[in-house]
């Protein structure tokens, strides 16, 4: 059975540093990768996708993929109360498979 | 723009009744999907379909029926509800089966 791990936290960080989310995935043929932000109460929405291993920034975002350690994380810099949610780490073989997320809050 | 919309928004059943729960996306879609959301949880597939006619079991079907008569209808049937059925519902459409949208959810209580 395809598995993604996320710790669930709680994580928190002040305002104005780097928040670290992490996610692994079980398995091998995954080619696809997305980090989804769920703020309480409301439905996911899409916040970044990555394909190929390394890096890859969208403004304060970046996307870090390691497929051979099938690991992927979301780096958020100058963390803000806005991005205070639970981030979804979700995988793609055939159909999207979710972690259970982690909860991040950002201490003002 | 509409995008995904559910109905209803909560519904409080008592065990044994059916209900079926609404979905409908404007964005011309082929791919649509139901999933479940436990407390502390991450997504569960229910079922999904890749287009109008066809649809497919996810990671937990069991309780649950969908249809996908049109591509912009995806209706999740619940028979015989049961505790174990509370959950926040989700549906969402995709039109490459990878980046979803999604809607704003169904909070069910089975009592």
């Known amino acids: 059975q395809k598995e993604v791990e996320q710790n669930s936290g709680p994580l928190s960080v002040p305002e104005g540093a780097i928040a670290s989310l992490n996610c692994t995935y079980s398995?091998?043929?995954?080619?696809?990768f997305f980090w989804y932000r769920q703020y309480s109460g409301k439905s996911p929405e899409l916040i970044m996708s990555i394909y190929s291993n390394g890096d890859k920034e969208d403004g304060r975002f970046t996307a870090q993929l390691n497929k051979a350690s099938q690991y992927v994380s979301l780096l958020i810099r100058d963390s803000q109360p806005s991005d205070s949610a639970t981030y979804l780490c979700?995988?793609?073989?055939?159909?999207?498979?979710f972690g259970s997320g982690t909860q991040l809050t950002v201490l003002p | 723009n509409a995008g995904v919309t559910q109905t209803p928004k909560f519904r409080i059943l008592k065990i044994g009744q059916s209900m079926t729960l609404q979905c409908t996306q404007d964005m011309n879609h082929n791919y649509m999907y139901w999933y479940r959301q436990d407390p502390g949880m991450g997504l569960k597939l229910i079922y999904y379909s890749v287009g109008a006619g066809i649809t497919d079991k996810g990671e937990v079907p069991n309780g649950y029926n969908v249809s996908r008569s049109t591509t912009e209808d995806f209706p999740l049937r619940l028979e015989l509800a049961a505790p174990s059925q509370t959950s926040v519902y989700f549906c969402a459409s995709s039109y490459d089966y990878e980046k979803l949208f999604f809607g704003s959810g169904t909070q069910l209580s089975v009592l």
């Open positions: 398995d091998r043929g995954s080619q696809s």
């Open positions: 979700a995988v793609n073989e055939k159909q999207l498979t």
